[in-house]
């Protein structure tokens, strides 16, 4: 009997070191790699925020095509813009360091040293926006809600959870199987939603309910595919959080949906939207000659930034012939003339993207050394040799516009690959099929990017095209993997990791929804992510994104495009900001607007 005593004693003693019953264990910061800016916890006010900042106003803000549903975790359906306004993880990303977690409805954390679980407390404060506390029940339910129904990311986030259980009313703990470092980081990013909510709206199923949730502002107004008005709530249970002071400025955050770009420019130059990130160079050098820009009421801004550029480029179906053929990509893309196309349609506005992870330390430079190397010595038999001394580089050309050694390398990669011209028009020798292929496009502006590209194939005798659909159909469409080639942007942060396995891993190769539009399966690239993921220290990180980085480039996968070291923007001049940026760039939360009129 003393024996068995003794062992539920020591049982008691265990749980109370690993289950969150004593606050002496607990954390206020957690870090991927290196210590936190803040470790013991955020503090206010953030060095981006103005301590002068009114409250009030309106901000009004625009997206391009149209919106179904107000649910944005789930494959089905396009959900409405700032929905994050809505909603809160049970962390606070802070976009000021690579990746660091701060409390937010976890008002602390304890987690292992080998982060083989991890526990959270959450704020008794905590409420939903209809007064109900937020409880370990409403985790769970979220918890299971998005690894079962959600977007495919999050179910292959989530695998690696082999137990999930609440403790208390308020604590919540997860255990995981190990060799994925990052895990831990990605559940304190997981939203709260109501499970009490969700018994009356199914969550699988796209819909235009107002949504509840625990953020900073709700739902007034929806006018499905063209408006959804967002009100602050001055009761909010989180105002005093350190990354919610001086912050939440606007009294109301408006978004508005247009056809297309240029209506939406448009009403911005109108005074119908207060803010305009623009991404179209022609439109950023000529488009706004304007009383309103002359006359200083609106104001023209560069803002720099520090994240990587991620990856602008136009994709490759390898899902369809004759894509899967990388002598075919390699000779497709050789046809297109970045160094004309920047100074003649694009104003010198960009540089050309060599790099998943351009304009950070992560991209992969000079011959593969040190632990990069390591990573991919066993690999390679597998890779080709020059991969080792450089990474790819796409060729520069003297911009006149002729491409005549281009063209003739991808007539030659194309005579490799079996291609013939018969009559001007190439077509494979094995099928007698013609090369040709269809770019899909959601946003018109990159007609006139592509069609030059498109006038260089058919002097090899490739017969392409263009199709510029509505938002909605892209989506569906992409989403399918049914296209040739479209244009897609993957963005990166500092920290990379279990993200690249919904872009590149095999397993999300046909996975409906995933961003693996390429249709990856790659055995080296799945061991890169997996080193990525699991990566222990900054050191490591930084060799398995070089590694990754130089496969993926040298696979030549896509056509990459162009970037820009900065957020290219138009804002009218009351709405304001400080002039300190963090370093993801900028953060409209913390704007204000100098009249609330």
Known sequence: ????????????????????????????????????????????????????????????????????SMNPYIVFGLPARGLGLVYQSLLYRSPDEPFTLYPQLARAIEVADDRSWI???LDPAARFQDGTPVTADDVLFTFEALRSEGKPHYQTFYAGVFDARAIDDLAVRFDLDG????????????????????????????????????????????????????????????????????????????????????????????????????????????????????????????????????????????????????????ALSLAFDFTWTNAT???????????????????????????????????????????????????????????????????????QAGFILNDGILIDARNGEALDFELL???????????????????????????TIDAAQYRTRTAGFDFDAMIWHWGVSLSPGNEQWIYWGGDAADDEGSRNYPGLRDPVVDALIAQLSDARSYED??????????????????????YRSGDTLARWADVQHSDVTPLYGVDTLSWWRESSN
Request: charged content about 20%; aromatic content about 10%; proline content about 7%.
């Open 119 to 121: 526990v959270f407390h």
């Open 541 to 562: 990180l930084t060799a398995a994104a070089r590694a990754l980085d130089r496969v993926l480039m040298w696979g030549r996968h896509v056509l990459p495009l162009y």
């Open 1 to 68: 009997m003393c024996a068995i005593k003794g062992a539920l004693l020591v049982v008691l003693v265990t749980m109370l070191g690993t289950t969150g019953q004593s606050e002496d264990a607990w954390q206020y910061a957690l870090a991927m790699h290196g210590e936190p800016a803040f470790p013991d916890g955020l503090q206010a006010p953030l060095p981006w925020v103005s301590a002068d900042a009114p409250q009030g106003g309106i901000l009004r803000l625009s997206e391009i095509g149209t919106f179904d």
């Open 179 to 330: 060799g994925n470092w990052e895990l831990p980081m990605l559940l304190g990013l997981m939203p709260v939603l109501s499970r009490a909510y969700f018994e009356t709206v199914p969550f699988e199923r796209t819909n235009l309910e107002i949504p509840l949730g625990t953020g900073p502002y709700r739902v007034i107004a929806i006018e499905p595919g063209r408006r959804v008005v967002y009100q602050r709530d001055p009761d909010h249970w989180g105002n005093a959080l350190p990354q919610n002071v001086r912050r939440n400025n606007f009294e109301t955050i408006e978004y508005s949906w247009y056809r297309d770009s240029n209506v939406a420019h448009q009403a911005f130059l109108a005074g119908e939207i207060d803010l305009q990130f623009e991404s179209d160079a022609l439109r950023w050098a000529t488009g706004y000659d304007a009383p309103a820009v002359t006359d200083g009421r609106i104001v023209l801004e560069d803002l720099p930034h520090g994240r990587p550029s991620g990856l602008l480029a136009v994709v490759w179906n390898q899902r369809r012939p004759p894509f899967e053929d990388i002598r075919v990509r390699q």
């Open 441 to 467: 496009l959601s946003d018109s502006s990159y007609e006139r990017i592509m069609l030059p590209w498109m006038q260089n194939l058919e002097r090899l005798g490739v017969r392409a095209t263009l199709r």
């Open 345 to 415: 349609l694009l104003h010198d506005h960009y540089q050309r993207t060599q790099s998943l992870f351009d304009n950070s330390d992560l991209a992969a430079t000079g011959p593969a050394m040190g632990g990069e190397l390591a990573l991919l010595e066993p690999w390679r038999d597998d890779l080709p040799a020059e991969l080792f001394e450089a990474p790819y580089v796409w060729p520069q050309t003297d911009g006149s516009g002729r491409l005549r050694e281009q063209l003739r390398q991808a007539a030659d990669l194309l005579a």
